[in-house]
């Protein structure tokens, strides 16, 4: 009976998002990856995740997991049932003291199991006047070990405006996610330099600011 309800909730919070929002996907040329990716995107709002699993195609929806904070997602037996029910969170304890076991060794586990991850590399969400904040180390520690792993670049665009900090009732307006090109770490490639092109990639999928002439 939970794993009905899930289900329900699943196609409910699909419907809602994409009612809400207008959302609209594009797409790169080559199409996503057929085999478990990681789709990596920008942060500012509680609802970017379900925007990037809304938009995915049902066959890669169903095997898609995000990476979320267990301080939020569990937090209530709502929160709970929402994050581990509906979305089949990857939860991770951001408190060091606190965790009983290693972020990146459930990632992995998630990867070899076969499934997709959605994964915020800013870490928290970007409240900030910068477009992006500086990348933790995760997304990294997680390709080192399985250096075959397609990263898909994802620029989620207006949700901040959307879901406001602060605010309950959403506020209707046109949403895209921008999905890029599929990335893989190079060989003997460092962790600076690593961060520093996935995040340029990502970038490179933002609108470009009005009067920039580009």
Same mark, same amino acid.
């Given at each position: 009976?939970?794993?009905?309800?899930?289900?329900?909730?699943?196609?409910?919070?699909?419907?809602?998002?994409?009612?809400?929002?207008?959302?609209?996907?594009?797409?790169?040329?080559?199409?996503?990856?057929?085999?478990?990716?990681?789709?990596?995107?920008?942060?500012?709002?509680?609802?970017?995740?379900?925007?990037?699993? @809304? *938009? &995915?195609?049902? #066959?890669? $929806?169903?095997?898609?997991?995000?990476?979320?904070? %267990?301080?939020?997602?569990?937090?209530?037996?709502?929160?709970?049932?929402?994050?581990?029910?509906?979305?089949? @969170? *990857? &939860?991770?304890? #951001?408190? $060091?003291?606190?965790?009983?076991?290693?972020?990146? %060794?459930?990632?992995?586990?998630?990867?070899?199991?076969?499934?997709?991850?959605?994964?915020?590399?800013?870490?928290?969400?970007?409240?900030?006047?910068? $477009?992006?904040?500086?990348?933790?180390?995760?997304?990294?520690?997680?390709?080192?070990?399985?250096?075959?792993?397609?990263?898909?670049?994802?620029?989620?665009?207006?949700?901040?405006?959307?879901?406001?900090?602060?605010?309950?009732?959403?506020?209707?307006?046109?949403?895209?996610?921008?999905?890029?090109?599929?990335?893989?770490?190079?060989?003997?490639?460092?962790?600076?330099?690593?961060?520093?092109?996935?995040?340029?990639?990502?970038?490179?999928?933002?609108?470009?600011?009005?009067?920039?002439?580009?």
């Amino acid at each position: 009976m939970k794993a009905l309800v899930a289900k329900v909730a699943a196609a409910a919070f699909v419907l809602f998002a994409r009612a809400i929002t207008a959302v609209r996907a594009i797409w790169p040329e080559e199409g996503l990856p057929a085999r478990p990716c990681v789709y990596f995107a920008n942060h500012s709002s509680h609802g970017d995740f379900v925007l990037v699993w @809304a *938009v &995915l195609p049902p #066959r890669l $929806r169903h095997r898609t997991r995000p990476v979320a904070g %267990a301080e939020y997602w569990l937090k209530s037996h709502t929160n709970a049932f929402i994050g581990r029910d509906v979305f089949n @969170a *990857v &939860l991770i304890e #951001r408190d $060091r003291e606190k965790r009983t076991e290693d972020p990146i %060794a459930l990632m992995v586990s998630a990867v070899d199991a076969g499934s997709s991850l959605i994964l915020f590399p800013e870490g928290t969400r970007n409240q900030t006047e910068d $477009r992006l904040l500086p990348f933790k180390s995760g997304i990294f520690h997680l390709v080192d070990q399985r250096p075959e792993l397609d990263l898909v670049p994802v620029w989620i665009n207006n949700l901040n405006r959307v879901m406001p900090k602060g605010e309950i009732v959403p506020i209707p307006l046109i949403c895209t996610v921008t999905f890029g090109s599929a990335l893989r770490i190079a060989p003997g490639e460092d962790k600076e330099a690593f961060l520093e092109r996935m995040r340029a990639a990502l970038l490179a999928l933002a609108p470009k600011p009005a009067g920039s002439g580009e």
